[in-house]
């Protein structure tokens, strides 16, 4: 009863006084009629205080008040005694004699007013307390609907610090929470009762409690009018109080929980109403049921089977939760019909081979084989485990008669970590298709109850869900909740009710659902389908379930949760349960049931007798992403040579010309960008380029030859340091913008830049995703500053670095890291490269042979590409590259700060015309080439200390005996470059300088490779700030005096001569 008290308490409005203030309040009413719109200004003229009127108390005055805004609008929208009511008071009735009964309510002679006044108040107020009770259960009922399989569950919810739906019967264990106390919730009546007059006068006791409804026995069999805002009276607008609760019992507290009061938009819950109230909607025909029979029957066989084969094997099997196969199915075939016809999905290990061979149909001789441990790796990588592999299949939807693809992307066992992936693969798949509303093109996201309340990454792929260039127009999520996290009980794992909460914060709908009720899973997954083709915006299905097993078949779970797996041993399976129910019903006989197993395990045996003729394992036939006609039939590159990445001079000037104007007409510019736009048009006369000038000439080109470009991140569109500015604002328009970009040519590939939510875990998932969609598109995502990649280190781990060689799957992404020791402390300094340069698969003990193509063949056989540029004209070349190549890696490209305007740093456009290339290494051609065996010292370096070595060696007069080589592709190394370099400056010394401090940047990486490339015939010395925990000084003297420190021993010629 206590809950009860609570969750009203959280329910009432306002208090008296409160009222009484909201009164003078005044709002005014737009209503539209025959003759036209009229604006009201409600005035209310009640000449009685809030207190003479006893119904105008704090549980009832927002309900008056929006009867009293509906009687403005149409006086016959509300029903007569308050229109009585309302004339009264606007007519100036006395203090407390405002209500009159109608002659339908008092009968054939009207009594005085004052006479009627106690009837009166009883009426207005059993019409209040019924609204409020059917409000109540609509807001609180899924707290007591009937989610546990098990039986043995209770969340506490008289904490809980938001209202909900207590009562659904959804927990199959009934043991939610895994806390086995004995509650059973009482506050409202549950489908245990039989719903009859002696219960219903029992939960009317209950609700007296405290005099909130104020109904009793005597009112069970009087008729209420219903009010708009629900619909179960189906064609009757009143209906007896225990017919009310009766239906209201039925809707909300059975084995369907819904959540949807805390949505701020009417139309939608009244969707959702129409949805969970209407009496009869929940009727299945006898196909129906015996479809959804066989997709039980597939489901769970197919465990047992896999089970029986391999006992003793790992694989995540969906005991307990069988039910998932038919909600999925479920959600495709109402998609389909309404018009979709590619599924991207996302999920986590336990049920993916249920999945792949139920619901996207891989044959399943292909599962079977990956149990034998001799089977044989036809493809280059590592590989990976059957639990985590994707796959893409295009076939006939059964139900639709229609063409439907279905993707699941590959994963890892970073819980969670694939559902940005999913999104930005599903936002390709839209845009290349032209599905500007999701109509055509939907992704399905599947969770555990514990990773989806504990993982943020669900939180950050949640707020991409609305914003305009993330959207993906609505994702159905399918929460299989075990009501466990490996061995943590709930209570342990999350401090909100439901594993589900994270949801609210897009208004998405929550629907709970009991597993083991696979009609109720099977019309709440209609109903979600529904919702997001109808209203494109995200929806959760919380399967509320079980896990027969540990997790996984060798875990043991009794050490930790005794009493809930001693009661999981005594639950009978969902499919016996169901098959029981419906030869009950007579919708089937025992026979066909029986057939129906049968049917499906000669299947799986004829199947499991194909798999033993497997001896090659291809992770190709498991790729999520095809991408037919970029490569050969094998799987292989069409060719192993990159054509020149340079441009004529005529195509740089027409994409100069548009980096430096404003191509619409009327548009007012801020006058320090006009001064921006000038620079680049002199630039462009001087035929040269600086940072952001040589970025625009590379994606404009490639935009101009039909490759799309997308470029992402935090701040991208002005860029961090003010550089870019590829999206121009009107001053004097409010959100007028202009990107030039998009103006170059009529044929033109779209140029989608945008600004990104403050993510980059889910931001970077998510361009990844994109990425994967189609390789004729260069996607770029740029960190705010480089270090910021570390909260997104999972996805550099876990997809782009490994993400070939587990998956077969290549992909083109570009990280733009901003890195350089500029003294402006630890947390902006480094992008932290000996991370990406540690995770490089190269030898670092082998030369490669130099071979005419090794620049090529390097490529190809890398995991990605790792390049810190110096000059701005490399930078053009490495983008343009990276969709010239013959195939697609990762580009980890570290980005200059100071560089965007050092005046040094410029290009000429001789070195970006035709014929011209990416330089891996640009070599001494200073004074040094002119007689190199006068050079005694080689400074190799990278990026922007190259400008700091050449001003520190002028000011020594060093040109001709110190020579500086900048390696600007660091991963693959250039071996054959370097050995050049060697050869040439035979008589130096070896010194490998950077900015950072020794045990990070590029040393560690560099050294080993170099010493290997000249047959360790000299050693590298080290001219560089000392090892340190942090990447920077905070203080900018230290870091000045760091540096002075380290251009000192990099040109002191007797630094190494001891060694």
């Known amino acids: 009863m206590h809950r009860l008290r609570t969750c009203a308490a959280r329910l009432r409005p306002l208090t008296a006084s409160q009222a009484a203030q909201t009164v003078a309040q005044q709002r005014p009413i737009t209503a539209t009629g025959a003759a036209g719109s009229r604006t009201f200004q409600p005035i209310r003229s009640y000449s009685a205080p809030v207190a003479s009127e006893p119904f105008l108390n704090g549980t009832s005055s927002n309900y008056v008040e929006e009867m009293y805004y509906a009687w403005l609008e149409n006086p016959k929208s509300v029903h007569k005694s308050w229109d009585v009511f309302f004339r009264n008071a606007n007519a100036g009735a006395p203090p407390g004699a405002a209500y009159q009964s109608p002659l339908g309510l008092a009968g054939p002679q009207l009594s005085s007013l004052v006479g009627t006044q106690p009837n009166a108040e009883k009426l207005v107020e059993d019409h209040l307390a019924v609204q409020t009770l059917i409000r109540a259960y609509q807001v609180l009922g899924h707290h007591n609907a009937h989610l546990d399989p098990l039986g043995i569950s209770c969340v506490n919810f008289d904490d809980a610090p938001i209202r909900g739906h207590h009562v659904a019967q959804l927990d199959p264990l009934g043991i939610m929470d895994a806390d086995l106390d004995s509650c059973v919730p009482t506050d409202i009546i549950t489908s245990s009762d039989k719903l009859d007059v002696a219960v219903l006068k029992k939960r009317l006791r209950f609700l007296m409690v405290g005099g909130f409804y104020g109904l009793d026995e005597s009112d069970l069999e009087k008729v209420f009018r219903l009010p708009t805002t629900t619909f179960i009276g189906g064609s009757e607008s009143a209906l007896p109080l225990k017919e009310i609760i009766r239906r209201l019992e039925m809707a909300y507290c059975q084995h369907i929980g819904v959540e949807f009061m805390f949505i701020n938009d009417l139309e939608q819950c009244q969707w959702i109403r129409q949805k969970f109230e209407t009496p009869g909607l929940m009727q299945f025909t006898l196909e129906e049921k015996r479809t959804l029979l066989a997709r039980m029957v597939r489901s769970t066989r197919f465990e047992e089977f896999l089970q029986k084969k391999w006992s003793a094997e790992k694989r995540f099997g969906l005991e307990g939760c069988e039910s998932l196969i038919p909600a999925l199915k479920t959600?495709?075939?109402?998609?389909?019909?309404?018009?979709?016809?590619?599924?991207?999905?996302?999920?986590?290990?336990?049920?993916?081979?249920?999945?792949?061979?139920?619901?996207?149909?891989?044959?399943?001789?292909?599962?079977?084989?990956?149990?034998?441990?001799?089977?044989?790796?036809?493809?280059?990588?590592?590989?990976?485990?059957?639990?985590?592999?994707?796959?893409?299949?295009?076939?006939?939807?059964?139900?639709?008669?229609?063409?439907?693809?279905?993707?699941?992307?590959?994963?890892?066992?970073?819980?969670?970590?694939?559902?940005?992936?999913?999104?930005?693969?599903?936002?390709?798949?839209?845009?290349?298709?032209?599905?500007?509303?999701?109509?055509?093109?939907?992704?399905?996201?599947?969770?555990?109850?514990?990773?989806?309340?504990?993982?943020?990454?669900?939180?950050?792929?949640?707020?991409?869900?609305?914003?305009?260039?993330?959207?993906?127009?609505?994702?159905?999520?399918?929460?299989?909740?075990?009501?466990?996290?490996?061995?943590?009980?709930?209570?342990?794992?999350?401090?909100?009710?439901?594993?589900?909460?994270?949801?609210?914060?897009?208004?998405?709908?929550?629907?709970?659902?009991?597993?083991?009720?696979?009609?109720?899973?099977?019309?709440?997954?209609?109903?979600?389908?529904?919702?997001?083709?109808?209203?494109?915006?995200?929806?959760?299905?919380?399967?509320?379930?079980?896990?027969?097993?540990?997790?996984?078949?060798?875990?043991?779970?009794?050490?930790?949760?005794?009493?809930?797996?001693?009661?999981?041993?005594?639950?009978?399976?969902?499919?016996?349960?169901?098959?029981?129910?419906?030869?009950?019903?007579?919708?089937?006989?025992?026979?066909?049931?029986?057939?129906?197993?049968?049917?499906?395990?000669?299947?799986?045996?004829?199947?499991?007798?194909?798999?033993?003729?497997?001896?090659?394992?291809?992770?190709?036939?498991?790729?999520?992403?095809?991408?037919?006609?970029?490569?050969?039939?094998?799987?292989?590159?069409?060719?192993?040579?990159?054509?020149?990445?340079?441009?004529?001079?005529?195509?740089?000037?027409?994409?100069?010309?548009?980096?430096?104007?404003?191509?619409?007409?009327?548009?007012?510019?801020?006058?320090?960008?006009?001064?921006?736009?000038?620079?680049?048009?002199?630039?462009?006369?001087?035929?040269?380029?600086?940072?952001?000038?040589?970025?625009?000439?590379?994606?404009?080109?490639?935009?101009?030859?039909?490759?799309?470009?997308?470029?992402?991140?935090?701040?991208?569109?002005?860029?961090?340091?003010?550089?870019?500015?590829?999206?121009?604002?009107?001053?004097?328009?409010?959100?007028?913008?202009?990107?030039?970009?998009?103006?170059?040519?009529?044929?033109?590939?779209?140029?989608?830049?945008?600004?990104?939510?403050?993510?980059?875990?889910?931001?970077?998932?998510?361009?990844?995703?994109?990425?994967?969609?189609?390789?004729?598109?260069?996607?770029?995502?740029?960190?705010?500053?480089?270090?910021?990649?570390?909260?997104?280190?999972?996805?550099?781990?876990?997809?782009?670095?490994?993400?070939?060689?587990?998956?077969?799957?290549?992909?083109?992404?570009?990280?733009?890291?901003?890195?350089?020791?500029?003294?402006?402390?630890?947390?902006?300094?480094?992008?932290?490269?000996?991370?990406?340069?540690?995770?490089?698969?190269?030898?670092?003990?082998?030369?490669?042979?130099?071979?005419?193509?090794?620049?090529?063949?390097?490529?190809?056989?890398?995991?990605?590409?790792?390049?810190?540029?110096?000059?701005?004209?490399?930078?053009?070349?490495?983008?343009?590259?990276?969709?010239?190549?013959?195939?697609?890696?990762?580009?980890?490209?570290?980005?200059?700060?100071?560089?965007?305007?050092?005046?040094?740093?410029?290009?000429?456009?001789?070195?970006?015309?035709?014929?011209?290339?990416?330089?891996?290494?640009?070599?001494?051609?200073?004074?040094?080439?002119?007689?190199?065996?006068?050079?005694k010292r080689l400074i190799f370096c990278t990026g922007k200390v190259y400008y700091e070595l050449t001003k520190e060696r002028q000011r020594r007069g060093l040109e001709e005996t110190v020579a500086i080589s900048r390696m600007e592709q660091l991963s693959p190394f250039p071996f054959d470059q370097v050995k050049a370099e060697f050869e040439r400056f035979h008589n130096a010394d070896l010194v490998w300088c950077q900015e950072e401090h020794k045990n990070q940047g590029y040393y560690d990486y560099v050294k080993p490779r170099i010493r290997t490339t000249i047959n360790k015939a000299k050693n590298v010395g080290y001219a560089g700030r000392d090892p340190a925990a942090a990447p920077a000084t905070g203080n900018k003297n230290t870091h000045l005096v760091e540096l002075r420190r380290f251009l000192d021993t990099a040109f002191d010629l007797e630094a190494f001569s001891e060694q």
């Open 331 to 935: 959600i495709i075939d109402k998609s389909s019909e309404n018009g979709v016809e590619n599924i991207i999905m996302g999920m986590p290990h336990r049920g993916r081979l249920n999945v792949l061979a139920n619901v996207i149909r891989k044959e399943l001789e292909q599962i079977f084989c990956q149990f034998d441990s001799k089977l044989e790796a036809a493809d280059e990588g590592s590989g990976d485990v059957k639990y985590h592999l994707g796959m893409y299949h295009r076939r006939i939807n059964r139900v639709t008669d229609r063409n439907i693809t279905l993707s699941l992307v590959a994963n890892p066992s970073h819980l969670e970590a694939v559902d940005p992936v999913v999104q930005g693969k599903t936002k390709a798949e839209q845009f290349y298709c032209g599905d500007t509303d999701g109509k055509r093109v939907m992704s399905i996201l599947l969770h555990g109850d514990a990773a989806f309340a504990g993982q943020g990454i669900v939180y950050e792929t949640f707020h991409l869900s609305d914003l305009p260039s993330y959207t993906t127009h609505g994702t159905v999520h399918v929460v299989v909740n075990n009501q466990i996290g490996f061995t943590t009980d709930p209570r342990m794992a999350r401090s909100s009710p439901y594993p589900t909460d994270v949801a609210r914060v897009v208004n998405a709908p929550i629907f709970h659902v009991n597993a083991d009720d696979p009609e109720a899973v099977t019309y709440v997954c209609k109903v979600a389908a529904e919702w997001r083709a109808t209203f494109h915006k995200d929806v959760v299905v919380d399967l509320v379930c079980y896990r027969r097993m540990g997790h996984n078949e060798m875990d043991e779970p009794m050490f930790t949760q005794p009493l809930m797996y001693k009661q999981i041993k005594k639950q009978k399976p969902v499919l016996q349960k169901y098959a029981e129910k419906l030869i009950a019903e007579g919708a089937v006989s025992r026979q066909e049931y029986e057939e129906e197993i049968a049917k499906y395990d000669k299947i799986c045996e004829e199947a499991f007798a194909r798999s033993k003729d497997e001896k090659i394992l291809h992770i190709k036939h498991w790729l999520d992403s095809p991408w037919p006609g970029f490569f050969t039939l094998d799987g292989q590159p069409k060719s192993m040579s990159c054509p020149s990445t340079g441009l004529s001079e005529e195509n740089l000037n027409q994409i100069g010309l548009v980096a430096s104007s404003v191509p619409v007409e009327d548009f007012t510019i801020h006058g320090g960008l006009s001064r921006i736009l000038k620079g680049r048009a002199e630039m462009v006369r001087n035929r040269t380029v600086d940072w952001a000038l040589a970025e625009y000439m590379a994606l404009g080109s490639l935009l101009k030859e039909g490759i799309h470009v997308r470029l992402s991140g935090q701040d991208v569109e002005r860029g961090t340091f003010s550089h870019r500015h590829h999206v121009l604002h009107d001053q004097n328009v409010d959100k007028r913008t202009c990107i030039p970009m998009n103006h170059l040519a009529p044929d033109q590939a779209p140029y989608t830049v945008c600004n990104s939510s403050l993510s980059e875990y889910g931001v970077l998932g998510f361009e990844l995703g994109f990425a994967m969609a189609s390789p004729n598109a260069l996607i770029l995502w740029e960190a705010q500053f480089g270090d910021f990649h570390n909260t997104a280190q999972c996805i550099i781990d876990q997809f782009i670095c490994p993400g070939q060689a587990k998956w077969v799957r290549q992909n083109g992404i570009v990280l733009l890291l901003p890195h350089g020791m500029e003294g402006m402390g630890p947390e902006h300094s480094s992008a932290r490269p000996e991370r990406f340069l540690q995770m490089c698969n190269d030898d670092p003990d082998v030369t490669p042979n130099l071979t005419e193509d090794l620049a090529v063949r390097q490529l190809y056989d890398c995991n990605w590409i790792v390049v810190n540029c110096s000059s701005p004209g490399n930078y053009f070349h490495v983008l343009r590259r990276q969709i010239l190549l013959p195939f697609r890696k990762p580009l980890i490209v570290f980005t200059p700060k100071s560089l965007l305007r050092h005046p040094d740093a410029r290009s000429s456009f001789d070195g970006m015309l035709p014929g011209t290339h990416f330089q891996r290494l640009i070599p001494e051609d200073g004074p040094a080439a002119q007689r190199p065996d006068a050079v």
